[in-house]
T-cell receptor, first 116, second 113 residues
Protein backbone atom coordinates (compact mmCIF):
# COMPACT_ATOMS: atom_id res chain seq x y z
CA UNK A 1 0.00 0.00 0.00
CA UNK A 2 0.84 3.72 0.05
CA UNK A 3 2.11 3.92 -3.51
CA UNK A 4 2.75 7.27 -5.13
CA UNK A 5 3.41 7.61 -8.83
CA UNK A 6 4.81 10.48 -10.89
CA UNK A 7 4.56 11.16 -14.57
CA UNK A 8 6.66 11.68 -16.56
CA UNK A 9 9.75 10.08 -15.04
CA UNK A 10 11.97 12.29 -17.15
CA UNK A 11 11.46 15.18 -19.52
CA UNK A 12 13.68 17.31 -21.73
CA UNK A 13 12.33 20.63 -22.91
CA UNK A 14 13.46 23.82 -24.56
CA UNK A 15 13.99 26.98 -22.62
CA UNK A 16 10.81 29.04 -22.39
CA UNK A 17 8.38 26.15 -22.56
CA UNK A 18 6.16 24.88 -19.75
CA UNK A 19 6.26 21.41 -18.28
CA UNK A 20 3.57 19.68 -16.23
CA UNK A 21 4.41 16.93 -13.74
CA UNK A 22 1.70 14.75 -12.24
CA UNK A 23 1.74 13.14 -8.82
CA UNK A 24 -0.83 10.47 -7.98
CA UNK A 25 -1.56 8.52 -4.84
CA UNK A 26 -2.58 5.14 -6.22
CA UNK A 27 -4.13 3.32 -3.30
CA UNK A 28 -4.96 5.98 -0.77
CA UNK A 29 -6.41 9.44 -0.48
CA UNK A 30 -4.09 12.32 0.18
CA UNK A 31 -5.48 15.61 1.37
CA UNK A 32 -1.97 16.96 1.46
CA UNK A 33 0.82 16.47 -1.05
CA UNK A 34 4.26 18.00 -1.07
CA UNK A 35 6.61 19.00 -3.86
CA UNK A 36 10.36 18.81 -3.40
CA UNK A 37 13.35 19.60 -5.54
CA UNK A 38 16.71 17.94 -5.26
CA UNK A 39 19.91 19.19 -6.85
CA UNK A 40 22.85 16.79 -7.25
CA UNK A 41 24.38 15.74 -3.95
CA UNK A 42 22.02 18.01 -2.05
CA UNK A 43 19.14 17.40 0.27
CA UNK A 44 15.50 17.42 -0.69
CA UNK A 45 14.22 20.97 -0.48
CA UNK A 46 10.53 21.50 0.10
CA UNK A 47 9.05 23.80 -2.53
CA UNK A 48 5.39 23.85 -1.61
CA UNK A 49 2.58 22.12 0.19
CA UNK A 50 -0.40 21.23 -1.94
CA UNK A 51 -3.79 21.03 -0.28
CA UNK A 52 -6.78 19.48 -2.00
CA UNK A 53 -9.32 22.11 -2.94
CA UNK A 54 -7.29 25.09 -1.82
CA UNK A 55 -4.27 27.11 -2.79
CA UNK A 56 -0.82 25.70 -2.34
CA UNK A 57 1.50 27.05 0.34
CA UNK A 58 4.91 27.96 -1.03
CA UNK A 59 8.18 27.97 0.85
CA UNK A 60 10.21 31.13 1.07
CA UNK A 61 12.11 31.83 -2.12
CA UNK A 62 9.90 29.69 -4.36
CA UNK A 63 8.07 31.67 -7.05
CA UNK A 64 4.42 30.70 -7.02
CA UNK A 65 3.84 32.15 -10.49
CA UNK A 66 6.62 30.04 -11.90
CA UNK A 67 5.77 26.78 -10.16
CA UNK A 68 2.01 26.37 -10.48
CA UNK A 69 0.45 23.74 -8.27
CA UNK A 70 -3.03 22.31 -8.64
CA UNK A 71 -4.50 19.71 -6.29
CA UNK A 72 -7.86 19.06 -7.90
CA UNK A 73 -8.64 15.73 -6.28
CA UNK A 74 -7.67 13.61 -3.31
CA UNK A 75 -5.38 11.51 -5.50
CA UNK A 76 -3.81 13.98 -7.92
CA UNK A 77 -1.57 17.02 -7.65
CA UNK A 78 0.19 18.67 -10.56
CA UNK A 79 3.25 20.90 -10.70
CA UNK A 80 3.68 23.06 -13.78
CA UNK A 81 7.06 24.68 -14.34
CA UNK A 82 6.24 27.71 -16.48
CA UNK A 83 8.71 29.33 -18.86
CA UNK A 84 11.37 26.86 -17.85
CA UNK A 85 15.02 27.88 -17.89
CA UNK A 86 18.19 25.78 -17.64
CA UNK A 87 18.53 26.63 -13.94
CA UNK A 88 15.19 24.87 -13.36
CA UNK A 89 16.81 21.59 -14.37
CA UNK A 90 16.55 19.37 -11.33
CA UNK A 91 14.98 16.25 -9.85
CA UNK A 92 11.43 16.98 -8.75
CA UNK A 93 9.84 14.65 -6.22
CA UNK A 94 6.36 14.65 -4.79
CA UNK A 95 5.12 13.04 -1.63
CA UNK A 96 1.72 12.38 -0.15
CA UNK A 97 0.52 12.05 3.39
CA UNK A 98 -2.21 9.54 4.08
CA UNK A 99 -5.29 11.48 5.12
CA UNK A 100 -6.01 11.11 8.81
CA UNK A 101 -2.91 9.04 9.38
CA UNK A 102 0.48 9.62 10.92
CA UNK A 103 3.09 12.10 9.77
CA UNK A 104 4.70 9.63 7.39
CA UNK A 105 4.99 10.87 3.84
CA UNK A 106 5.25 8.47 0.92
CA UNK A 107 7.31 9.61 -2.00
CA UNK A 108 6.92 9.26 -5.73
CA UNK A 109 9.79 8.05 -7.89
CA UNK A 110 10.69 11.55 -9.00
CA UNK A 111 10.86 13.40 -12.33
CA UNK A 112 14.13 14.40 -13.90
CA UNK A 113 13.68 17.73 -15.71
CA UNK A 114 16.33 18.94 -18.13
CA UNK A 115 15.86 22.33 -19.73
CA UNK A 116 18.03 22.98 -22.76
CA UNK B 1 20.95 27.43 8.78
CA UNK B 2 20.58 23.70 8.52
CA UNK B 3 18.18 22.37 11.13
CA UNK B 4 18.84 18.70 10.38
CA UNK B 5 22.44 17.64 9.99
CA UNK B 6 24.00 14.45 8.81
CA UNK B 7 27.67 15.13 9.30
CA UNK B 8 28.96 11.98 7.64
CA UNK B 9 28.53 12.17 3.87
CA UNK B 10 29.51 8.54 3.50
CA UNK B 11 29.96 5.32 5.45
CA UNK B 12 31.45 2.01 4.41
CA UNK B 13 30.65 -1.22 6.27
CA UNK B 14 31.36 -4.89 5.81
CA UNK B 15 28.47 -7.21 5.07
CA UNK B 16 27.04 -8.74 8.24
CA UNK B 17 28.32 -5.97 10.48
CA UNK B 18 26.33 -3.13 12.01
CA UNK B 19 25.77 0.15 10.19
CA UNK B 20 25.20 3.21 12.35
CA UNK B 21 23.95 6.36 10.67
CA UNK B 22 23.80 9.53 12.72
CA UNK B 23 21.66 12.63 12.60
CA UNK B 24 21.59 15.79 14.69
CA UNK B 25 18.94 18.47 14.82
CA UNK B 26 18.76 21.96 16.24
CA UNK B 27 15.03 22.76 16.30
CA UNK B 28 13.55 21.70 19.63
CA UNK B 29 10.06 21.90 18.10
CA UNK B 30 10.66 18.78 16.04
CA UNK B 31 8.59 15.95 17.47
CA UNK B 32 8.65 13.30 14.79
CA UNK B 33 11.63 11.83 13.01
CA UNK B 34 11.91 9.60 9.98
CA UNK B 35 14.57 7.77 8.03
CA UNK B 36 14.35 7.35 4.28
CA UNK B 37 16.46 5.31 1.90
CA UNK B 38 17.10 6.58 -1.59
CA UNK B 39 18.64 5.12 -4.72
CA UNK B 40 19.89 7.39 -7.52
CA UNK B 41 17.15 8.81 -9.74
CA UNK B 42 14.44 7.39 -7.50
CA UNK B 43 12.21 8.85 -4.82
CA UNK B 44 12.96 8.19 -1.15
CA UNK B 45 11.54 5.06 0.44
CA UNK B 46 10.26 5.28 3.99
CA UNK B 47 12.17 3.04 6.39
CA UNK B 48 11.29 3.77 9.97
CA UNK B 49 10.11 6.61 12.17
CA UNK B 50 10.03 7.59 15.81
CA UNK B 51 7.94 9.97 17.85
CA UNK B 52 9.57 12.23 20.39
CA UNK B 53 7.74 10.42 23.19
CA UNK B 54 9.86 7.35 22.53
CA UNK B 55 13.57 6.73 22.61
CA UNK B 56 13.70 3.60 20.50
CA UNK B 57 11.76 2.01 17.68
CA UNK B 58 12.62 -1.28 16.06
CA UNK B 59 11.51 -2.84 12.79
CA UNK B 60 13.32 -5.96 11.69
CA UNK B 61 16.95 -5.14 10.98
CA UNK B 62 16.34 -1.42 11.49
CA UNK B 63 16.36 0.34 14.84
CA UNK B 64 16.14 4.08 15.41
CA UNK B 65 17.32 5.62 18.66
CA UNK B 66 16.38 9.10 19.80
CA UNK B 67 18.23 11.13 22.39
CA UNK B 68 16.16 14.26 22.88
CA UNK B 69 18.48 15.91 25.36
CA UNK B 70 21.32 15.65 22.86
CA UNK B 71 19.04 16.36 19.88
CA UNK B 72 20.49 13.31 18.25
CA UNK B 73 19.12 10.26 16.54
CA UNK B 74 20.70 7.28 14.92
CA UNK B 75 19.70 4.47 12.62
CA UNK B 76 21.17 1.04 13.24
CA UNK B 77 21.10 -1.61 10.56
CA UNK B 78 22.10 -5.09 11.63
CA UNK B 79 23.17 -7.22 9.95
CA UNK B 80 24.07 -4.99 7.03
CA UNK B 81 23.51 -6.37 3.55
CA UNK B 82 24.89 -5.25 0.16
CA UNK B 83 21.33 -4.33 -0.86
CA UNK B 84 21.32 -1.74 1.90
CA UNK B 85 23.80 0.33 -0.08
CA UNK B 86 22.03 3.64 -0.77
CA UNK B 87 21.77 7.19 0.47
CA UNK B 88 19.98 7.48 3.81
CA UNK B 89 18.15 10.67 4.68
CA UNK B 90 17.15 11.73 8.13
CA UNK B 91 14.03 13.91 8.27
CA UNK B 92 12.26 15.75 11.05
CA UNK B 93 8.81 17.25 11.44
CA UNK B 94 7.05 19.47 13.92
CA UNK B 95 3.41 19.37 14.89
CA UNK B 96 0.87 21.18 12.79
CA UNK B 97 -1.62 20.50 10.08
CA UNK B 98 0.88 19.88 7.34
CA UNK B 99 3.79 18.18 9.10
CA UNK B 100 6.41 19.56 6.75
CA UNK B 101 9.57 17.52 6.65
CA UNK B 102 13.03 18.98 6.96
CA UNK B 103 15.70 16.74 5.50
CA UNK B 104 19.38 16.29 6.19
CA UNK B 105 21.83 16.08 3.31
CA UNK B 106 22.04 12.32 3.45
CA UNK B 107 24.70 9.72 4.12
CA UNK B 108 25.85 7.34 1.41
CA UNK B 109 26.08 3.86 2.90
CA UNK B 110 28.15 1.26 1.09
CA UNK B 111 27.96 -2.32 2.32
CA UNK B 112 30.82 -4.39 0.98
CA UNK B 113 30.36 -8.11 0.36
Amino acid sequence: GAVVSQHPSWVICKSGTSVKIECRSLDFQATTMFWYRQFPKQSLMLMATSNEGSKATYEQGVEKDKFLINHASLTLSTLTVTSAHPEDSSFYICSARVTGSTDTQYFGPGTRLTVL
Amino acid sequence: DQQVKQNSPSLSVQEGRISILNCDYTNSMFDYFLWYKKYPAEGPTFLISISSIKDKNEDGRFTVFLNKSAKHLSLHIVPSQPGDSAVYFCAAASGGSNYKLTFGKGTLLTVNP
